[in-house]
């Protein structure tokens, strides 16, 4: 069986955001063994899993993206809508847009220390789109 989801997350901030528990309150039981597909709709985030339990680790996430990708380069032509935004989309290329976990006795089968990450790479971002797939 397969089940779809399509739900909204509130605008976040620039920024690396777990996202676990907006994530849960959207889905349905799922199954006691299966898979859980997760996409954004969108190509200026995106999505990861990473370290859950210590905050700085979201810092230093922004930091070196931005080394790595910096903004306000001469050599950027995409920059209408600011210069945060073809840095964003090389950002979301790099990190993805989407996950699959596995589904363990009805819970993402998550590690210990691992969560999901919203990776925000707007300035002014607004809500963000996502599709959930449960397959059973």
Known sequence: MIQQIEFALPAFSRGYHLIDKNIL??????????????????????????????????????????????????YLTHTFEG??????????????????????????NLGTWQGIYLCEFRNYAERRRLVATIYS
């Open 25 to 74: 309150r959207q889905l349905p039981k799922l199954p006691k063994v299966g898979l859980f597909h997760l996409f954004i709709k969108h190509t200026s985030a995106g999505l990861t899993i990473n370290e859950n339990a210590d905050p700085s680790v979201r810092v230093d996430f922004e930091s070196m993206f931005n080394k790595i990708v910096p903004e306000n380069e001469p």
């Open 83 to 108: 210069p945060d935004d073809m840095p964003a989309h090389i950002k979301s290329t790099l990190i993805g847009n989407s996950i699959t976990i596995p589904i363990t006795n009805h819970q993402l």
